[in-house]
T-cell receptor, first 111, second 113 residues
Framework: GDSVTQMEGPVTLSEEAFLTINCTYT??????LFWYVQYPGEGLQLLLK?????DKGSNKGFEATYRKETTSFHLEKGSVQVSDSAVYFC??????????FGTGTSLTVIP | EAQVTQNPRYLITVTGKKLTVTCSQN?????MSWYRQDPGLGLRQIYY???????DKGDVPEGYKVSRKEKRNFPLILESPSPNQTSLYFC????????????FGPGTRLTVL
């Protein structure tokens, strides 16, 4: 079945460090891919998305590129801030309109 | 403001005492769903509804019921809660388009003693 695998955390970085959170997926056909962010005590919010191969989603300095050849959608940010501390979820929506989420990666950014 | 609301936000109950968690959205979305979030397991879908009076099981439906009598509301019912249903629950809604995204409620933290 379809699934999403993302790197396990927790991840702790110093402010202004480079961030990569790996995400790979398994799906038939051409899924849409998403990154959601969950701040403490809140629900998930869409961070960025990509709907076809080679698309790059970007928002708030975060980027992810849909790589069909490697079935990946890694999240990157060049310089993290304390306010980026949150849990990040990779997700896919398949051609049956079903969503699958990864297990989440907790990020803590220290000043 | 477009939003998904859930109530209550926090609930502590005892085994076997029926409870309902309400969910409401104001975006006229057709599709609504319930997830539970557990450490190390991420989000798992409990039930979903593609429209009024249409509901179906997700990945972990055992011990839960839902109803969809109105488009905006999608309550989650635990007829006889057990401790293994202690979790963080999220309601979500979306349209049924090709590039749609999900909108999540703020979550309900349930503890079953």
């Amino acid at each position: 079945g379809d699934s999403v695998t993302q790197m396990e955390g927790p991840v702790t970085l110093s402010e202004e460090a480079f961030l990569t959170i790996n995400c790979t997926y398994t799906a038939t056909g051409y899924p849409s891919l998403f990154w959601y962010v969950q701040y403490p005590g809140e629900g998930l919010q869409l961070l960025l998305k990509a709907t076809k191969a080679d698309d790059k989603g970007s928002n708030k300095g975060f980027e992810a590129t849909y790589r069909k050849e490697t079935t990946s959608f890694h999240l990157e940010k060049g310089s993290v801030q304390v306010s980026d501390s949150a849990v990040y979820f990779c997700a896919l929506k398949n051609e049956m309109n079903q969503f699958y989420f990864g297990t989440g990666t907790s990020l803590t950014v220290i000043p | 403001e477009a939003q998904v609301t859930q109530n209550p936000r926090y609930l502590i109950t005892v085994t076997g005492k029926k409870l309902t968690v309400t969910c409401s959205q104001n975006m006229n979305h057709e599709y609504m769903s319930w997830y539970r979030q557990d450490p190390g397991l991420g989000l798992r879908q409990i039930y979903y509804s593609m429209n009024v009076e249409v509901t179906d099981k997700g990945d972990v439906p055992e011990g839960y019921k839902v109803s969809r009598k109105e488009k905006r509301n999608f309550p989650l019912i635990l007829e006889s809660p057990s401790p293994n249903q202690t979790s963080l629950y999220f309601c979500a809604s979306r349209t049924w388009g090709s590039t749609d995204t999900q909108y999540f409620g703020p979550g309900t933290r349930l503890t079953v003693l």
